[in-house]
């Protein structure tokens, strides 16, 4: 079993990729720092990896983006699972300010799900390939309606309206896959791993970190749900997101304005 992990450097992704290690997998791991990067690396071997490649690359660029998926296109001829896990907070880094990506974007909407959109859209056709496979985007509880007159919060932003923007919109996609991809093989499924796990974004952790390892490995493994595609979890049980998630119209405009900025 061949998994790209993204965000693997650190918290959830890491630990993500550890585990996975301990099942025999190969693992592809991105990261934005080296040298993280590279420790990271070696935690994983360690761990038992069958192999393990790495993959740098900014996130909050979508030419880096473009040029991670041509790395792993190139280098890799199966890719059985991604996790788009890679994400920032509500709070950190740089604070209460709004950011922006380098391509202009607000940088939360553009690092939690624009970066995810680009990279799950160029991988798709290796995903294909590799069928059975699975994407598994790491969401969140924290969801807030997207306001298409104002998706960059130019007018009225708060980092928390902004992350929580982001991550509804990772389960809008997801459902959009899941349609795309019926019969193909290939299986979309989104999740809330856990609440307020001891990452680098929480302040107060609240939940262990291994809770939301085991979810998200078991949406990446779990042969019983091998079949489930278009699903949202909150840690392991199905549930239901933020309404705006199952309006078509709502999908409708953000696959638009996803597939224009991706474009652009």
């Not at 950011?99 to 624009?114: C, I, K, P």
């Amino acid at each position: 079993m061949i998994v790209l992990v993204t965000g693997a450097t650190d918290g959830l992704g890491r630990g993500v990729a550890v585990d996975l290690a301990r099942r025999g997998a190969t693992l592809l791991l991105h990261g934005r720092d080296e040298e993280r990067l590279a420790k990271t690396a070696g935690e994983v071997r360690a761990a038992g990896a069958a192999e393990v490649r790495t993959y740098l690359a900014d996130l909050a660029s979508l030419a880096a983006v473009r040029r991670l998926a041509e790395e792993v296109l190139v280098t890799e001829p199966q890719l059985d699972v991604l996790i788009s896990n890679a994400g920032i907070g509500a709070d950190v880094p740089g604070g209460p300010e709004r950011q922006e990506s380098t391509d202009g974007h607000e940088l939360r909407f553009a690092v939690n799900y624009l970066a995810g959109y680009a990279l799950i859209r160029r991988l798709l056709p290796r995903l294909r390939e590799s069928a059975p496979a699975r994407i598994v985007q790491v969401s969140s509880a924290g969801q807030a309606a997207i306001d298409f007159d104002d998706v960059m919060l130019e007018r009225d932003y708060s980092g928390v309206r902004a992350y929580c923007q982001s991550k509804l919109a990772q389960i809008l996609f997801t459902f959009d896959l899941a349609e795309e991809l019926a019969g193909t093989g290939v299986t979309a499924t989104c999740l809330h791993p856990a609440t307020y796990m001891p990452t680098k974004m929480v302040r107060t952790p609240a939940s262990p970190l291994a809770k939301g390892v085991e979810a998200t490995v078991r949406l990446a493994v779990d042969p019983a749900l091998r079949d489930v595609s278009g699903a949202y979890f909150h840690v392991t049980h199905e549930s239901e997101p933020d309404a705006q998630a199952r309006d078509p119209e709502a999908r409708r405009r953000l696959r638009e304005l996803s597939e224009r900025l991706v474009a652009s």
